[in-house]
């Protein structure tokens, strides 16, 4: 597919379903002065065929909408859009009910690769209200699809079909105009649809992605200072500009399959619920996601049977510094896979007899510390350097967990880094737990995966390393110390 550049896109969806409902004001000549300026802080370049104003409806004809940035641009062509003034301080904003848009990108000597788009919607509206201070948006949309096409240009450009529509939208904006634009959000969709197919003509392969996702709700507030542009991430960001988005969703499942020369696959996924979070400031970037009763059924000819699997829980959570500063800064990363089960077909291929225990599989790590940022890690110097400029001053493992067939190890402690060598020397303490382990390995053995002698070894590094703290369970203190030194439950291993 044709790979167009993140402002773009990120315009383009601003395009589809925010900006008429962002920008507005008491009449609408003021509705499409304001709407325009919007675009603009974009990065988009706006033209416009006419304007009339017959009555109480003003029509802006043949307006266009041009995004280039680097190798990429984007063209999003709007036959009219109708303002209409009501009467009573508020304003009726409808588009044509067909628009195209264009995306182009130059891959270097693969040539130029295309992207069509026909953006439909019917019946929707947006009902604007409030002070020209302080707008309040009112969005009613029953359906809105979009369809992309790539089959055009580029030597080794596939052809691929995209098919997206969102129905039963509804929700309020607001924006404050104070020195620049200040959006809040909150909508919901009831149900989003998605499609997508496409082939090789060399291989003569060919793929069918079909998906949904129910009951989306998203929230937000967005603040773009007066005079600065996204296209600019990192002035951006030093200026003032704020993001900050959570979405929820209820039941999703997608559907792939594909033929190639090895033959057919097909792969089935699905998820109870889930959620999204992404908040970007001058200071810090953070992401987090979740997943709940997360599903997993694939198939193919290069598996002897169908391959299953389900997990309870996925999180993901990060915070990252983004900005240079003399002093540390905090940071996070956790990652979470609870209650992970396969299907017994998989079991039975290394354990036929069932010697070792099927229970679900945890792996949790939760960190968080702080680091210092020699340069801002969105700035064009940050981009040239070998590796991020990141400084680790310390680190804090707030869990450590890997539950598997019948072991537990946990762990947590805290770490501070010397940063005077060429390799940053870690200093602190780390306590773990582990129960279970020689029960799985007497399973180990009793499966035939491992020979007993072989498990000796691994028995003989317990007895060294570990203290017994009751039946089947032992603990063990690492210590870092100053100049590299490492001990282990008092014994030195370093």
């Known amino acids: 597919m044709a790979r167009v550049n993140s402002a773009a896109v990120g315009a383009f969806c601003v395009s589809l379903i925010s ?30 065929g006419s304007k ?35 009467g009573d301080g508020t304003v009726d904003a409808t588009m044509s009910e067909k628009m195209n848009g264009v995306a182009t990108t130059d891959m270097g000597e693969d040539g130029p690769v295309q992207l069509d788009m026909v953006l439909t919607q019917q019946d929707s509206k947006i009902t604007v209200s409030g002070t020209p201070e302080d707008m309040i948006y009112d969005i009613d949309s029953p359906k809105m699809t979009v369809e992309m096409d790539q089959d055009k240009a580029g ?4 052809p691929v079909k995209v098919f997206v529509s969102l129905e039963g939208t509804k929700g309020t904006y607001e924006m404050k105009q104070s020195g620049g634009q200040d959006i809040t959000s909150n909508v919901t969709t009831k149900l989003v649809r998605m499609s997508a197919s496409g082939a090789d003509p060399e291989t003569s392969g060919t793929f069918n992605l079909s998906g949904s996702v129910a009951d989306v709700s998203y929230n937000g507030s967005f603040v773009l200072p007066e005079g600065v542009s996204m296209e600019e991430l990192d002035t951006a960001l030093n200026a003032g500009a704020k993001i ?37 400031t001058q200071e810090s970037v953070q992401y ?21 699997a389900g997990l309870d829980e996925i999180v993901t959570n990060f915070l990252i510094p983004v900005s240079k500063s003399d002093t540390a800064q905090p940071y996070k990363a956790k990652i ?26 945890s792996l949790v790590v939760d960190l968080s510390g702080k680091a210092m940022l020699t340069a801002d890690l969105f700035s064009k110097a940050a981009a040239k350097m070998s590796s991020p400029p990141i400084e680790m001053q310390s680190a804090d493992i707030n869990a450590l967990q890997l539950t598997l067939m ?47 002698d072989k498990i000796m070894f691994g028995r003989m590094m317990l007895g060294l390393y570990a203290k017994s703290t ?13 100049g590299g030194e490492i001990l282990v439950n008092g014994q030195r291993v370093q």
């Open 19 to 48: 900006a008429p409902a962002a920008f507005a004001d008491v009449t609408p000549e003021q509705v499409w002065t304001a709407w325009q300026k919007g675009y603009e802080s974009y990065g988009y370049k706006v033209t416009t």
């Open 52 to 86: 009339d104003r017959s009555g109480d409806t003003y029509t802006i004809s043949d307006v266009t909408l041009e995004n280039t940035s680097g190798d990429s641009s984007f063209t999003l062509t709007v036959p009219s859009i109708k303002l209409h003034d009501n």
């Open 155 to 158: 030597k080794t450009a596939k």
């Open 244 to 280: 900050d988005f959570q979405a929820t969703y209820g039941a999703s499942d997608f559907s792939l399959s594909a033929d190639a020369n090895e033959g057919p696959v097909s792969v089935k996924t699905s998820a109870q619920s889930g959620a999204l979070t992404a908040v970007m």
């Open 288 to 308: 987090g996601a979740t997943a709940e009763g997360s599903k997993l059924n694939m198939t193919s000819q290069k598996l002897p049977f169908p391959v299953t």
């Open 336 to 361: 979470a896979l609870k209650g992970l089960t396969v299907s017994d077909d998989i079991w039975n291929m290394f354990d036929p007899d069932k010697k070792l225990p099927r229970d679900p599989a």
């Open 406 to 452: 019948g072991a537990d190890l946990r762990g947590s402690g805290a770490l501070t880094f010397d940063n005077s060598t060429p390799v940053p020397q870690p200093v602190g303490t780390i306590d773990l737990t582990l129960t279970g382990a020689n029960a799985l390995m007497d399973n180990l053995v009793a499966s035939g995966l491992v020979p007993q």
């Open 470 to 482: 009751g039946d089947d369970a032992v603990e063990s203190k690492v210590e870092f110390k100053d």
